[in-house]
């Protein structure tokens, strides 16, 4: 009567505190510039090690420029972190992948990629979207910086067990309806509050029948309806995505561990805390109006009524529009827009871009449009040259950046300006988080391919 998280979290015990929290082992840390230096320095001052440096990754993600890497960072914090994590995982024997290294890239897009992230495993991050890594059939989360050191000196972390939740989605998705366009869904009707306090297994028709590039995307906008993360059980899809990749178990040790992640799955008879269904035929793609993910709507659909809303939020609720100059019952669609990103650990792996060149191919950058096309991963960028994706774009009249998080989240250069519009394939949509006084309208690929050539947000099913 087990579910695939309780299967997982058990399995990691090491003491449970009675009336307390549990403490878990963790197989796998990943740090990037950001969240690791105060961790590094405790450990420094109290003359720890760390205890498994084999577990232990890192890679500079967040600060980390999108043009000229081979030249010095120009941004003095920026530099300095990602100076410093060199530094600490030197000084600490730990694998490092810097900048311009050939697997260096977002940490929740390489983790994947390379087979480090695996079905059965916990997996931490000082980061909140590390929930990306259960769609492998793991059990990821984001961590404190505090919580970063306790992982570095013991390979351990004190947590609450989480209630869990299972979100089923039934049905086939329908044409240009991607793995972000269930999300939003999702979150719009869960609210970003509506997890709060639970782990989610994502089941049902539709789910399976995603690829596992798009299932990490669902997982990894797990976070923005409260969930401490989200996951998929492994499944043939899984097994097909890991095999043969660098870190992946080869030969003997790949058979015991297949045999092994088939037992993950949850028990037939295993019940949730809460379980919800939403049908895929209610999902067409979308866009966001406001300033958080939740506030969202189908592209053909009108932003809502004040009076629609809680009389608690109305007030909240006006300010958002007002923030982003949008009215009630407007249509978004048609509204001409400046700005187009597409990237990071949401919608940053080649699938995404894939997608994207489907829809430019053939096609011109709109004049008034200023895009920023940045993979996830240098593996990523290869791909999109080896395949052609490449001169797609250069003939379309876009550029490749190198990788990075990017306009994600406004640390490096890459700011959308105030009172700027941008079409974001990114995860958060909060004010000034792409630059100050930035809009940012959160969609997937193929909405941000279509405004990217139109200059305005389109349906894109009218290029499929």
């Given at each position: 009567?087990?579910?695939?998280?309780?299967?997982?979290?058990?399995?990691?015990?090491?003491?449970?505190?009675?009336?307390?929290?549990?403490?878990?082992?963790?197989?796998?840390?990943?740090?990037?510039?950001?969240?690791?230096?105060?961790?590094?320095?405790?450990?420094?001052?109290?003359?720890?090690?760390?205890?498994?440096?084999?577990?232990?990754?890192?890679?500079?993600?967040?600060?980390?420029?999108?043009?000229?890497?081979?030249?010095?960072?120009?941004?003095?914090?920026?530099?300095?972190?990602?100076?410093?994590?060199?530094?600490?995982?030197?000084?600490?024997?730990?694998?490092?992948?810097?900048?311009?290294?050939?697997?260096?890239?977002?940490?929740?897009?390489?983790?994947?990629?390379?087979?480090?992230?695996?079905?059965?495993?916990?997996?931490?991050?000082?980061d909140?979207?590390?929930?990306?890594?259960?769609?492998?059939?793991?059990?990821?989360?984001?961590i404190?910086?505090?919580?970063?050191?306790?992982?570095?000196a013991?390979?351990?972390?004190?947590?609450?067990?989480?209630?869990?939740?299972?979100?089923?989605?039934?049905?086939?998705l329908?044409?240009?309806?991607?793995?972000?366009?269930?999300?939003?869904?999702?979150?719009?009707?869960?609210?970003?509050?509506?997890?709060t306090?639970?782990?989610?297994?994502y089941?049902?028709?539709?789910?399976?029948?995603?690829?596992?590039?798009?299932?990490?995307?669902?997982?990894?906008?797990?976070?923005?309806?409260?969930?401490?993360?989200?996951?998929?059980?492994?499944?043939?899809?899984?097994?097909?995505?890991?095999?043969?990749?660098?870190?992946a178990?080869?030969?003997?040790?790949?058979?015991?561990a297949?045999a092994?992640?088939?037992?993950?799955?949850?028990?037939?008879?295993?019940?949730?805390?809460?379980?919800?269904?939403?049908?895929?035929?209610?999902?067409?793609?979308?866009?966001?109006?406001?300033?958080?993910?939740?506030?969202?709507?189908?592209?053909?659909?009108?932003?809502?009524?004040?009076?629609?809303?809680?009389?608690?939020?109305?007030?909240?609720?006006?300010?958002?529009?007002?923030?982003?100059?949008?009215?009630?019952?407007?249509?978004l669609?048609?509204?001409?827009?400046?700005?187009?990103?597409?990237?990071?650990?949401?919608?940053?792996?080649?699938?995404?871009?894939?997608?994207?060149?489907?829809?430019?191919?053939?096609?011109?950058?709109?004049?008034?449009?200023?895009?920023?096309?940045?993979?996830?991963s240098?593996?990523?960028?290869?791909?999109?040259?080896?395949?052609?994706?490449?001169?797609?774009?250069?003939?379309?009249?876009?550029?490749?950046?190198?990788?990075?998080?990017?306009?994600?989240?406004?640390?490096?250069?890459?700011?959308?300006?105030?009172?700027?519009?941008?079409?974001?394939?990114?995860?958060?949509?909060?004010?000034?988080?792409?630059?100050?006084?930035?809009?940012?309208?959160?969609?997937?690929?193929y909405?941000?391919?279509?405004?990217?050539?139109?200059?305005?947000?389109?349906?894109?099913?009218?290029?499929?």
């Amino acid at each position: 009567m087990n579910t695939l998280f309780d299967k997982i979290w058990d399995s990691h015990i090491v003491h449970k505190v009675e009336d307390g929290p549990t403490q878990l082992y963790i197989d796998r840390l990943y740090c990037h510039e950001v969240t690791s230096p105060q961790a590094f320095d405790d450990l420094r001052s109290r003359g720890i090690k760390c205890l498994r440096p084999d577990k232990i990754y890192c890679m500079p993600d967040h600060n980390i420029p999108t043009k000229d890497q081979d030249k010095p960072i120009e941004e003095p914090v920026s530099r300095h972190q990602v100076e410093t994590l060199t530094r600490n995982a030197h000084e600490f024997g730990l694998t490092h992948f810097g900048m311009k290294h050939p697997k260096n890239g977002i940490i929740h897009v390489v983790g994947p990629e390379l087979g480090l992230t695996l079905p059965g495993m916990t997996i931490v991050c000082g980061d909140s979207h590390t929930s990306t890594h259960g769609a492998m059939g793991a059990v990821a989360f984001g961590i404190g910086t505090s919580e970063v050191g306790m992982v570095l000196a013991s390979q351990c972390i004190l947590q609450q067990k989480p209630k869990s939740m299972r979100i089923n989605v039934e049905g086939t998705l329908g044409k240009g309806v991607t793995a972000k366009d269930v999300a939003l869904y999702i979150i719009s009707q869960m609210t970003t509050s509506g997890a709060t306090g639970y782990f989610v297994e994502y089941a049902g028709s539709a789910i399976r029948s995603m690829s596992m590039e798009s299932r990490l995307t669902l997982c990894n906008l797990s976070i923005e309806m409260g969930a401490r993360g989200g996951m998929v059980a492994p499944d043939e899809v899984t097994f097909e995505y890991i095999k043969g990749r660098e870190y992946a178990p080869k030969g003997e040790e790949w058979d015991k561990a297949v045999a092994y992640w088939k037992t993950l799955p949850s028990d037939a008879d295993a019940i949730f805390d809460k379980e919800i269904t939403f049908q895929a035929a209610d999902i067409e793609p979308r866009v966001t109006y406001g300033t958080n993910p939740g506030m969202g709507i189908g592209i053909t659909e009108s932003v809502p009524a004040v009076e629609t809303m809680p009389e608690a939020g109305q007030a909240s609720y006006i300010k958002s529009l007002e923030y982003m100059g949008f009215s009630a019952g407007e249509k978004l669609e048609g509204h001409p827009i400046d700005y187009v990103f597409i990237g990071s650990c949401t919608n940053g792996r080649i699938e995404d871009f894939r997608a994207f060149a489907e829809i430019v191919k053939g096609h011109k950058k709109a004049e008034n449009v200023v895009a920023w096309i940045v993979p996830g991963s240098w593996s990523v960028y290869r791909q999109i040259e080896e395949e052609g994706i490449a001169d797609t774009l250069t003939a379309a009249g876009f550029e490749l950046r190198q990788p990075g998080c990017s306009a994600c989240l406004a640390m490096n250069e890459d700011k959308i300006p105030a009172g700027k519009y941008a079409i974001s394939t990114s995860n958060r949509n909060f004010e000034g988080r792409q630059g100050q006084g930035a809009r940012t309208i959160l969609a997937s690929p193929y909405v941000a391919a279509a405004a990217a050539i139109t200059g305005k947000i389109t349906d894109p099913r009218k290029f499929l």
